[in-house]
């Protein structure tokens, strides 16, 4: 099992940037597939990166490629977000999410743990 913790939400304007963090506890976080997901409000909960715990592979939602960068610190039990320019479409609750079995995948109910999210708005 894995605890996770989000941070770096915030207010930022359309075309800024912000990095947001997951911190996990445990001793086994190179085991666990990680990725990043968001909730905008009256919207279902998607997918928007994901990275592996094999060898770091990296998959984005398109609405994310080429702005955003999931990244991982096995060190430090951390999974970062890097997210830039940002639009007002990206406004929601970001989620850390953890799998622990299997390969990495882009579906919600696939991750066993999940963290509380943290606040991404993003005014025009």
């Known amino acids: 099992q894995v605890q996770l913790v989000e941070s770096g939400g915030g207010l930022v304007q359309a075309g800024g940037s912000l990095r947001l963090s997951c911190a996990a506890s445990g001793r086994t976080f190179s085991s666990y597939n990680m990725g990043w997901f968001r909730q905008a409000l009256g919207k279902e909960r998607e997918f928007v990166a994901a990275i592996s715990r094999s060898d770091s592979s990296t998959y984005y939602a398109d609405s994310a490629k080429g702005r955003f960068t999931i990244s991982r610190d096995n060190a430090k039990n951390t999974v970062y977000l890097q997210m830039n320019s940002l639009k007002p479409e990206d406004t929601a609750v970001y989620y850390c999410?953890?799998?622990?079995?299997?390969?990495?995948?882009?579906?919600?109910?696939?991750?066993?743990?999940w963290g509380q999210g943290t606040q991404v708005t993003v005014s025009s």
């Open positions: 999410a953890a799998r622990g079995l299997g390969f990495v995948t882009t579906t919600p109910h696939e991750y066993n743990y």
